[in-house]
């Protein structure tokens, strides 16, 4: 079946402006999770939805970025005013349940590139 | 806090030979652990967990890896590497949640 798919692909933008980045969780996956990719390291937490809700948004840096997922299935990351230092892959996951031990399932990211 | 460690930032073995990339994690409770491959220009791709049923794990192609507590370590092995294991692994740990807190990786290189 379709894994977990990102949209765009590659994102290139200027600083201070805003974009949006896709995700479609697999079918059926209540729990959806962003992360983000620096070069160099390992993924970083962002966020955490448990259907619609965000159950966990400790991993957010700051309140220029925002996410939602209002019927439950696709979700939208939000960053306003775009920074050099927000350059990075940003990856996408889903799971069945969201319980600890589940296994995350990663969509391909979509690479930021903030000039 | 959770913290994994994964020493090693290159990892270059022959093909043919053993494959060790090494995992020490940081829990104050039993946790869920996990090793993931990246291939270039794709999605993370699970190898396999640790839920605390088995502490030797059996994942994908060939790979293996053995949970023990009184090292804090989670050790990801494969007794003969090829050249498609070429890649960069992450380990993971889950505890008392849902996200995963990933290691800085160790990308793997196969010689011929």
């Known amino acids: 079946g379709a894994g977990v798919s990102q949209t765009p692909s590659n994102k290139v933008t200027e600083k201070g402006k805003y974009v949006e980045l896709r995700c479609d969780p697999i079918?059926?996956?209540?729990?959806l999770y962003w992360y983000r990719q620096s070069l160099g390291q390992g993924p970083e937490f962002l966020i955490y939805?448990?259907?619609?809700?965000?159950?966990?948004d400790s991993g957010l840096p700051n309140d220029r970025f925002f996410a939602v997922r209002p019927e439950g299935s696709v979700s939208t990351l939000k960053i306003q005013r775009t920074e050099r230092g927000d350059s990075a892959v940003y990856l996408c996951?889903?799971?069945?349940?969201?319980?600890?031990?589940?296994?995350?399932?990663f969509g391909p990211g979509t690479r930021l590139t903030v000039l | 806090a959770q913290s994994v460690t994964q020493l090693g930032s290159h990892v270059s073995v022959s093909e043919g030979a053993l494959v060790l990339l090494r995992c020490n994690y940081s829990?104050?409770?039993?946790?869920?652990l996990f090793w993931y491959v990246q291939y270039p220009n794709q999605g993370l791709q699970l190898l396999l967990k640790?839920?605390?049923?088995?502490?030797l794990v059996k994942g994908i192609n060939g790979f293996e890896a053995e949970f023990k507590k009184s090292e804090t370590s989670f050790h990801l092995t494969k007794p003969s590497a090829h050249m498609s294991d070429a890649a960069e692994y992450f380990c993971?740990?889950?505890?008392?949640?849902?996200?995963?807190?990933f290691g800085a990786g160790t990308i793997l290189r196969v010689k011929s």
């Open positions: 996951a889903s799971s069945l349940t969201g319980t600890a031990y589940n296994e995350q399932f």
């Open positions: 079918s059926g996956h209540t729990a």
């Open positions: 939805f448990q259907g619609t809700g965000a159950a966990d």
């Open positions: 829990s104050s409770v039993p946790p869920y």
């Open positions: 640790y839920t605390s049923a088995a502490t």
């Open positions: 993971a740990v889950s505890v008392g949640g849902n996200k995963l807190v």
